[in-house]
């Protein structure tokens, strides 16, 4: 029965090792980079060791039970018919209950901990959860993203979340998010809205993300740096590809990021295949996106739409499609020939077209950093 | 009644009441609880190779990054059904099967309270489960998980979450049918002298689950029935726009989805209670304490379900409150695991496939077991649902379990059941193959969940560094698959030996094993008067005042020859209606998706049915 031994505690061993040498794994919540994700992570390690210890104990006892007392050649006659001691029974029915409060007391100081709101110095930002991407609104900066949320090191981020659909005229989100900017644009209604789940493991546990509720969580990164997250929710057909990044940088610097993203976007020069691709998508796109700074030939802004991701500061983002695509040109052009052959169930439609707007169309995007 | 020594008089029904108990047509009218149960488990297991082939398929999707071979809507609909066709379709009537066969006969009845509903449930099982599958063939399978929430099952545009709410409430009526009709049989009809604590842990484990399903169903019909009506008449449940709320959903499913995780491992813990004691030849260790942890694991679970929505924003009250619940089941759970090790200590072991599977059943457990635990550890569970983590988690516990446990259980009872043994040689090595590729396939998820693999993911990128682990896994997943080839092979190869069994191969315990094996039709030639738990044991063996145990000289133990047979034995008689009645419920199912005036016509025949049911003359 040895070789049992080695196939049970197999895998637990593996555990170790790979836990211990995840050599490139960014999504990985045994790296806890931030005080949020750390206070999960100190209850896991100490009730890991718990566990571990009583899953020796347990198998050590099966292995050594079943090897000492095997039918041997030769043995004659039927082992004491013991039928029990009621005295060890209640002993084991014990002993765990007790390890067991032993794990509970942390845990509920961390529940509650990890449930409170964040005093201070703290960074608003509205999380809208759509079918498959996210939008990140920032109601004091002003300012709203896609795909990727950017946040300062050593300052906790309270997060509001919410589910959106698509939008309808008449329809307000009766949830207390705010939809983000431009002003005057439609806002993002309840719609067809699902559950979706936020998590960035390295950053913070998960939040679910439901209609017609506003679920709040606070994280925080300590250092500058990239980290992903993805829907963890069971979302409908792109659910694998609701992805996006949090980038955490230095406070100097998410300031510097601020003032960017608070510009707006700059009208092409006219003639230019990039001045052609704003001409298409204030024709189109503007149905479901905004770009803050849009303006038709009389130099009125362009009102957009918040059903998909604004697209003020598109090519400062390191992904589109919620991150399921890098964002470079030869992307651009195969996303915008076919978005739903792309991205299975893609809201986004297949325009039908050409290539030449195609290329306008990525010429604009381009310059929209 | 009919009887089997004499011929039915002229009938007065609408059909001809059958008399064939031989042959392929008496199958379908059999009302024999030995028939149904392996009608059960031969219709279980080919929906294990069905559910199993979709995970092999899931398997192959995820065995490297970025892959396309299975789109994500067809991969949506593999996880969905692979999660369905084992809980509802494979676990829940493989169980159904071992009590179905057993209870009777553990209990010296000769059939179980209601045979025609008895009848009836297996054939609305059957009948859900081909309702459920048809919709691959009628506009795409389920796609929305097997835990099906809501809004995204309403919003989805395909017919798939109306198939699956309407298989389910079919399944689930024969679930309830059954339950009332087990729960019933255990309460009223066991043989004389047999108390509720002389009755074998597998039975009352089969009494627990029987009332967890029960209480349990009603919940998730009325789940059911509201994404019905969301879905086909344009109700608002679950949707917040117009008041309804998506939580209500979680509620219902978990409500109920808790008490199933116990319907699906208290029969293999049950089985496990029944063939350790065999093969230590000892007594189970504290038979109270496990009976006991048995029902109390049946209570504590309605009362933890919210532990499957951490992440919901309950509020840290409730989370608290589900938090600790969830750790006090781990008690009665913790308990079973030591009397088990307890009735092994100073045993004398024989290592016969049933024993390897009990055994392998314990090992595994543990593990789903004590990850179980850092579940309810709530902040650490943050992190951990929804990923890999969990998936290797219920693995462990209801493949690691559940599987392990019935196919030890089928290792055990197939010569009572069939006169034929497994082949050892050949059972031994499907052990050890399920049980290595089971750890390569499952082991690997607790590793690629903490590293960050979301569940219900069509495809991972590179980047996120769990190719290794993947492929691992895909490859136990083929293991296992070639572990219950072996299986398959040895099942066949099994008929082509000789009966030449005796009645009780193993040196058994429990009743059972007290008629020949395969047991006759009516079960026991002259219902056994019970004297003690474990009966069988203590008519073979007896305990000196020194402690020591000698065998009882044949026909010494005071129980009497057997009888001859010669009365006449009252047993009822075949019959079509069950199969008629409940082949009326697809039909109102496809009704309900592609016109009212199917469900006219399955109302008609359901109706028919259990009219001609009632009216069915008793052929004395």
């Known amino acids: ?265 700059a009208m092409p020069p006219g003639g230019t295949p990039a001045a052609a691709g704003a001409e298409i998508l204030a024709g189109q796109c503007i149905a479901c996106h905004a770009i803050n700074g849009l303006q038709d030939a009389n130099g009125d802004p362009i009102l957009g739409s918040n059903n998909g991701p604004d697209l003020t500061h598109f090519a400062s983002r390191e992904c589109f499609a919620g991150c399921m695509l890098e964002t470079n040109d030869e992307n651009l052009r195969r996303w915008l020939d076919d978005p739903p052959s792309v991205k299975a169930g893609s809201w986004m439609p297949d325009y039908n077209l050409t290539p030449e707007q195609i290329d306008q169309l990525v010429a604009y995007l381009n310059t929209l950093r | 009644m009919a009887s089997v020594s004499v011929p039915a008089e002229r009938p007065r029904g609408l059909l001809r009441r059958p008399t064939a108990i031989t042959g392929l047509w008496s199958w379908f009218t059999t009302v024999d609880h030995k028939k149904i149960g392996i009608l059960y488990g031969v219709t279980a297991f080919a929906f294990f190779i069905v559910g199993g082939t979709e995970a092999l398929l899931i398997r192959l999707q995820l065995a490297q990054p970025d892959q396309n071979l299975i789109s994500p809507g067809v991969y949506n609909e593999l996880f969905t059904m692979h999660g369905i066709t084992m809980v509802f379709l494979v676990v829940m009537p493989l169980s159904a099967a071992f009590f179905n ?104 484990m089969g009494l627990v689950v029987q009332l967890l399903l029960a209480f349990s169903l009603p919940i998730i019909t009325v789940g059911l029935v509201e994404l019905l009506f969301d879905k086909r008449f344009g109700t608002h449940f679950f949707d917040p726009a117009a008041g309804g709320d998506p939580l209500l959903w979680q509620h219902l499913f978990w409500l109920f989805g808790h008490p199933e995780v116990y319907i699906l491992i208290l029969p293999a813990m049950g089985i496990v209670s029944e063939i350790l004691p065999v093969f230590a030849r000892k007594p189970l260790f504290g038979y109270q304490f496990v009976v006991f942890s048995g029902i109390a694991i049946g209570f504590i679970g309605f009362g933890v379900w919210a532990h499957h929505m951490f992440a919901v924003g309950l509020g840290p009250v409730a989370n608290t409150a589900f938090g600790v619940s ?163 092979v040895s099942a066949v190869r099994s008929f082509r030996r000789p009966r030449e069994m005796s009645a009780d191969p193993w040196d058994a315990r429990t009743l059972e094993w007290a008629t020949s094996s395969p047991p006759p039709v009516h079960n026991f030639d002259e219902i056994p008067v019970v004297h003690a738990l474990d009966e069988v044991w203590h008519r073979k063996y007896a305990e000196t005042e020194g402690g020591r145990v000698v065998p009882v000289p044949a026909g010494g133990s005071g129980e009497g020859g057997r009888g001859a047979g010669a009365h006449a034995i009252h047993l009822p008689g075949p019959s079509y209606y069950p199969l008629v009645a409940s082949l009326g419920l697809p039909i109102v199912g496809y009704g309900l998706i592609f016109g009212w005036w199917l469900v006219a016509v399955g109302l008609v025949v359901m109706v028919g049915g259990l009219y001609g049911w009632v009216l069915e003359p008793s052929a004395e």
């Not at chain 1, 029915?93 to 964040?118: C, H, N, Q, S």
């Not at chain 2, 599987?403 to 069939?418: E, H, M, N, Q």
Request: glycine share 10%; proline share 7%.
């Open chain 2, 326 to 488: 969830t750790m006090i089941i781990a008690v009665p759970t913790g308990v079973k695991i030591f009397n088990w090790l307890g009735t092994l200590w100073r045993g004398d072991i024989r290592f016969t496939t049933p024993m390897l599977f009990a055994v392998g059943f314990i090992a595994m457990f543990v593990i789903g077991g004590l990850s179980g635990v850092t579940h309810a550890v709530v902040p650490s569970d943050y992190q951990q649902t929804d990923t890999y983590y969990i998936v290797a988690h219920f693995h462990y516990v209801l493949f690691g379990g559940a599987i392990f446990g019935l196919f030890g259980g089928t290792y055990y009872w197939w010569p009572k059941v069939f006169g034929r043994m497994l082949d050892e040689r050949w059972g031994k090595v499907q052990f050890w193959t399920m049980l290595v590729g089971f750890n390569l396939a499952f082991g690997p998820m607790h590793v690629l969940g903490l590293q960050g693999m979301p569940r219900r993911i069509q495809s991972y990128p590179e980047s996120l560094g769990l190719t290794f682990w993947n492929l691992v896994s895909t490859i136990g997943a083929f293991v296992i698959a070639l572990s219950v080839l072996l299986f398959i």
């Open chain 2, 101 to 204: 066969f057993l209870i009777p006969l553990m209990i010296g009845a000769r059939d179980v309270a209601f045979p025609r509903l008895n009848a009836f449930s297996y054939w609305a099982f059957l009948f859900g489960g081909i309702f459920i599958y048809s919709s691959w063939f009628l506009g795409g399978a389920p796609n929305g998980g097997w835990f099906g929430y809501a809004p995204n099952s309403v919003l989805d545009p395909t017919r798939g979450m109306t198939f699956y709410a309407i298989g389910l409430l079919i399944t689930g009526i024969a679930s309830t049918v059954s339950a009332i009709n087990l729960a019933v049989t255990i309460i009223n009809m066991r043989a004389p002298g047999m108390t509720l604590f002389r009755m074998p842990v597998f039975i009352w």
């Open chain 1, 1 to 265: 029965m040895r070789r049992e031994t080695l196939k049970v505690l197999g895998p637990l061993a593996l555990t170790l090792i790979a836990a211990a040498c995840a050599p490139n794994a960014t999504q990985d919540s045994l790296r806890p980079a931030g005080p949020y994700a750390e206070k999960a992570h100190d209850l896991f390690v100490p009730v890991f060791w718990v566990a571990a210890a009583i899953f020796f104990v347990v198998e050590g006892l099966l292995v050594f039970f079943v090897w000492k007392y095997r039918h041997r050649k030769g043995r004659e006659g039927i082992p004491p018919q013991v039928h029990g001691n009621t005295r060890l029974e209640i002993a084991w029915t014990i002993l765990p209950a007790l390890i067991l409060a032993g794990v509970a007391v942390p845990t509920v100081t961390t529940i509650f901990d990890l449930a409170r709101e964040p005093e201070g110095d703290v960074l608003n930002v509205d999380v809208l959860g759509h079918q498959w991407w996210w939008e990140f609104a920032y109601p004091q900066e002003g300012i709203v993203t896609a795909n990727e949320l950017h946040i300062p090191t050593g300052r906790p981020v309270y997060l509001r979340l919410c589910a959106v659909g698509l939008g309808y005229q008449q329809q307000v989100a009766p949830s207390e998010c705010q939809p983000g900017p431009p002003e005057g644009a439609v806002p993002a209604s309840l719609g067809d809205s699902v559950i979706h789940s936020f998590w960035v493991p390295e950053l913070a546990g998960t939040q679910d993300v439901i209609p017609g509720r506003t679920n709040t969580m606070v994280l925080q990164a300590d250092d500058p740096g990239t980290y992903t997250g993805q829907c963890k929710e069971f979302c409908g057909l792109s659910h694998a590809f609701m992805k996006f990044t949090v980038v955490a940088h230095t406070p100097e610097d998410f300031d510097a990021w601020v003032a960017g993203q608070r510009a707006p976007a």
